[in-house]
């Protein structure tokens, strides 16, 4: 991995994880949809992160890694679960924990496929930033 591509995967996690803090500074009340747009910038960054940090080999094929790739993209969808935010509102260091959470699922899922191989995590992380984003239209949940 080069210099620029190590510092900047440094650099983007860095600020993902101060992302995932923010609970801890302003615990302000947002809507469901904003709160599911902010895990979709968390999850944004973990992905850009795993991407820039995963190593340049053609994967191993191994199949436990896609065991993540699928399940992780799940579990986010569980601690987006919106009757959980009054919870987590009223209490920031759950919610942080959600956030880091959502946040290392996410680089999980992209790092997994691009150690199985080479094109998956792609396809892992954008698929898990797109349902977040898809999650803040509602699915149909009466807001």
Same mark, same amino acid.
Not at 3 to 25: D, E, K
Not at 69 to 77: D, Q
Not at 87 to 114: E, M
């Given at each position: 991995?080069?210099?620029? /591509? /190590?510092?900047?995967?440094? @650099?983007?996690? %860095?600020? #993902?994880?101060?992302?995932?803090?923010?609970?801890?500074?302003?615990?302000?009340? &947002?809507?469901?949809?904003?709160?599911?747009?902010? $895990?979709?910038?968390?999850?944004?960054?973990? !992905?850009?992160?795993? @991407? @820039?940090?995963?190593?340049?080999?053609?994967?191993?094929?191994?199949?436990?890694?896609?065991?993540? &790739?699928?399940?992780?993209?799940?579990?986010?969808?569980?601690?987006?679960?919106?009757?959980?935010?009054?919870?987590?509102?009223? $209490?920031?260091?759950?919610? !942080?924990?959600? $956030?880091?959470?959502?946040?290392?699922?996410?680089?999980?899922?992209?790092?997994?496929?691009? /150690?199985? %191989?080479?094109?998956?995590?792609?396809?892992?992380? !954008?698929? #898990?930033?797109?349902?977040?984003?898809?999650?803040?239209?509602?699915?149909?949940?009466?807001?």
């Amino acid at each position: 991995m080069s210099p620029l /591509r /190590r510092i900047a995967a440094y @650099l983007i996690g %860095a600020l #993902t994880l101060a992302g995932a803090l923010a609970p801890l500074v302003s615990n302000e009340d &947002v809507s469901i949809p904003e709160h599911h747009l902010l $895990h979709a910038v968390l999850l944004a960054g973990a !992905v850009t992160t795993a @991407l @820039l940090a995963s190593p340049d080999t053609a994967g191993d094929r191994n199949g436990a890694w896609l065991v993540a &790739v699928v399940g992780s993209p799940l579990l986010v969808m569980f601690l987006m679960w919106p009757s959980s935010y009054a919870y987590l509102d009223a $209490h920031p260091i759950a919610h !942080v924990g959600d $956030h880091l959470s959502i946040a290392l699922l996410g680089f999980l899922c992209t790092w997994s496929g691009q /150690r199985y %191989a080479r094109g998956i995590g792609w396809i892992g992380g !954008v698929a #898990t930033v797109s349902m977040a984003v898809l999650a803040a239209g509602g699915f149909g949940v009466v807001r």
